[in-house]
C-alpha cells in the first residue's frame, strides 16, 4: 500500500515536500518513483529512486533542477521535495513503487497510491 502526503495549494515560485508512506512490500527492494496527472492530459513520470546500490534517481526534464526525490529505507518513505514551482506543475501527484523503473512510462508502475493534489496559482 501507497499512501501519499503533503498535496495543497501554493503560489508560483513556492515550495511544497510530498511524502509517501509504503507499506506490505519490502520497500529497500523497488524502484519507487512519482508521477502526475492533471486534467484532459497524460499521465508524465516525474521522478524515480531505484533501489540499485548506486542509488539511480531520474528526472523528467520539465522537474530537472527544481525537485528532488529521496527515499528513506528505514522509513519506508518516499519523498518528493519540489521548489520553484509553477502552474503547470498543478496535477494530482502519485507515488509508484515496482521491481522496474518506470518513468518513461508511468501507466506501467505496478502499485500506486491514490494520488494528492498539488495547484500552484
Known amino acids: 500500500q501507497l499512501v501519499e502526503f503533503g498535496g495543497g495549494s501554493v503560489q508560483a515560485g513556492g515550495s511544497l515536500t510530498l511524502s509517501c508512506a509504503a507499506s506490505?512490500?519490502?520497500?529497500?527492494?523497488?524502484?519507487v518513483g512519482w508521477f502526475r496527472q492533471a486534467p484532459g492530459k497524460e499521465r508524465e513520470g516525474v521522478a524515480s529512486?531505484?533501489?540499485?546500490?548506486?542509488?539511480?534517481?531520474t528526472y523528467a526534464d520539465s522537474v530537472k533542477g527544481r525537485f528532488t526525490i529521496s527515499r528513506d529505507n528505514n522509513k519506508n518513505t518516499l519523498y518528493l521535495q519540489m521548489n520553484s514551482l509553477k502552474p503547470e506543475d498543478t496535477a494530482m501527484y502519485y507515488c509508484?513503487?515496482?521491481?522496474?523503473?518506470?518513468?518513461?512510462?508511468?501507466?506501467?508502475?505496478?502499485?500506486r497510491g491514490q494520488g494528492t493534489q498539488v495547484t500552484v496559482s
Open positions: 506490505g512490500f519490502t520497500f529497500s527492494d523497488y524502484c
Open positions: 509508484a513503487a515496482d521491481r522496474q523503473c518506470w518513468i518513461a512510462l508511468p501507466m506501467n508502475w505496478d502499485h
Open positions: 529512486f531505484d533501489y540499485d546500490s548506486d542509488g539511480t534517481t
